[in-house]
């Protein structure tokens, strides 16, 4: 077992923030004090080792509490994973400065690849990592500690997983080679200078909780930046003057959008009581922002000015989110405003089993509604195959058909079908043919023949292998000399029923 030891830094970098530098400086003695005495206690009273870091192929780590830390690295870099269990134990924290030793990153670390058994990112963790161009945050990660990515200037691509509640201060401080990057709505804390000094950011997506903390949060210090500002809008469909333009703009465009006519849509301006659009979430993706942080100000507390932008109007006309939502408020309207703008459904269909001609045999069809709409009627493509009523299909024949799942639509939702082929395979037939006895010659000499078919199929037909031995008429066997032969019975079957043949060897002598 390896034990980590308490390291000062060596050089003070003149580019670190004298805070942060005291910051560094304290911080790790603090944290050492702390940890000793927990140490010592927890040995003293239970003799417990596991709160030494230990080593598990090129990572060190520590145990509490039945979870693992991970705490360094002593691997060759490039692009690496993290073990999502030690010795049976989950991994569920990257530690304090576990890539960043004495706040130096490790800079021949590329990628890393997060298990969904971490729950938190500490402090420090990947701090410096220079070289770190892509990392993926899994969606069980609640927790960005601050400073965890400060200084990451190679990455340009990072994913925040939807778990994430909570980005420490100055997390993704100075990580200059960012463009774009999603913040999801599970966010509710951003600390101070998040993504300040990350110079290359050119678009944000971003809760509207951090409407106003722009500046605050860094992004207001970057230059030209465009900011998505996500679930804004909710009121927009009750603004006539919006609407005015926004109707002048889907005018100007062709197809109209599905809309009946042009005069249904200019019968939308006029309307001054259009209700709310029907939820935040409907606009979740709605919104393409303006450049600015005034803008984007404005985009929260004004919305009467935004009919005026013609940038903002012509990103919602071509936004099917947008629309879906604006077509939904509209088509739940008391008189629809004369439009006919209806949203999809679909139908859940399962596949249907292959089954084994029984006459008359029936089977239960199910099929729902992604809207939950009803009745859904179902029909046969082929009746002689299978009949429906109701949801009922009854068996007719061996065959295929085609069995469609159909739900007519309502003012709100267009019509929806789904198709399965049903296959109805024939029943296996047999036919009983007992041994033919020993013939002791004698000219022409007949036998006759009795075979039965388990359908109880006729007519059955007859031969032989031999005519020099035996000859067949119908089912009638005449001997023509001594030997011996194969006298095949055959059923030719029908449309619920499969041929079948069976043989016997007759001898004579």
Not at 330 to 354: C, E, H, M, R, W
Request: hydrophobic fraction near 40%; proline fraction near 4%; glycine fraction near 8%.
């Amino acid at each position: 077992m390896k034990t980590n030891c308490l390291q000062l830094p060596k050089t003070i970098d003149p580019h670190t923030p004298k805070i942060i530098f005291f910051r560094k400086l304290i911080s790790p003695w603090i944290r050492s004090w702390a940890s000793c005495l927990a140490s010592a206690f927890l040995l003293c009273l239970t003799g417990v080792t596991n709160l030494h870091a230990q080593m598990y192929g090129d990572f060190n780590y520590t145990m509490a509490n039945g979870t693992a830390t991970i705490t360094g690295y002593n691997g060759a870099g490039g692009a690496i994973d993290i073990p999502n269990s030690i010795n049976g134990y989950p991994v569920t924290s990257i530690g304090y400065g576990a890539f960043s030793p004495n706040y130096n990153g490790i800079t021949s670390l590329t990628s890393v690849t997060i298990p969904d058994s971490v729950t938190s990112i500490g402090e420090y963790a990947f701090c410096r990592c220079a070289g770190l161009t892509s990392v993926t945050i899994p969606n069980s990660v609640t927790i960005i500690e601050e400073y965890a990515f400060w200084g990451c200037s190679g990455l340009t691509s990072v994913t925040i997983g939807s778990g994430v509640t909570g980005i420490g201060v100055y997390a993704f401080y100075g990580c200059t080679s960012l463009t774009s990057i999603t913040i999801p709505n599970s966010v509710t804390s951003i600390g101070e200078n998040a993504f300040s000094g990350c110079s290359g950011l050119t678009r944000v997506s971003l809760p509207e909780l951090f409407l106003t903390d722009i500046e605050y949060i860094g992004l207001s210090r970057q230059g030209a930046i465009t900011v998505l500002i996500t679930g804004i809008g909710n009121n927009l469909g009750s603004n006539n003057s919006f609407i005015t333009d926004f109707t002048s703009t889907v005018l100007s465009k062709s197809g109209n959008y599905g809309l009946a006519s042009k005069a249904d849509l200019i019968s939308l301006a006029s309307k001054s009581d259009l209700t709310p659009l029907a939820t935040k979430s409907d606009l979740s993706t709605a919104i393409t922002p303006l450049a600015s942080k005034t803008d984007v100000t404005l985009l929260g507390n004004n919305l009467d000015t935004l009919s005026g932008n013609a940038t903002f109007i012509a990103a919602l006309v071509n936004n099917p989110v947008f629309m879906a939502a604006l077509a939904k408020q509209i088509a739940l309207g008391t008189n629809n405003y004369g439009i006919s703008i209806k949203q999809d459904q679909s139908l859940s269909f399962a596949a249907i089993p292959v089954l084994t001609y029984v006459a008359n045999k029936t089977l239960r069809l199910e099929a729902t509604s992604s809207v939950k709409l009803t009745p859904v009627t179902f029909t046969s493509g082929n009746t002689a195959v299978a009949t429906v009523a109701g949801n009922i299909l009854t068996i007719k024949q061996a065959g295929t058909t085609v069995i469609t799942a159909s739900q007519a639509g309502d003012a709100t939702y267009n019509p929806a079908t789904a198709a399965q082929t049903l296959t109805v395979n024939k029943i296996i037939q047999t036919l009983s043919f007992a041994a033919i006895p020993a013939q002791t010659y004698v000219a022409n000499k007949t036998l006759t023949l009795a075979v039965t078919s388990s359908a109880k199929l006729t007519p059955i037909a007859y031969s032989s292998a031999n005519t020099a031995v035996a000859t067949v008429s119908g089912n009638v066997v005449t001997l023509k000399g001594k030997g011996s032969t194969t006298i095949t019975a055959a059923q030719e079957g029908n449309v619920n029923y499969s041929p079948a043949a069976a043989v016997q060897v007759l001898k004579v002598q």
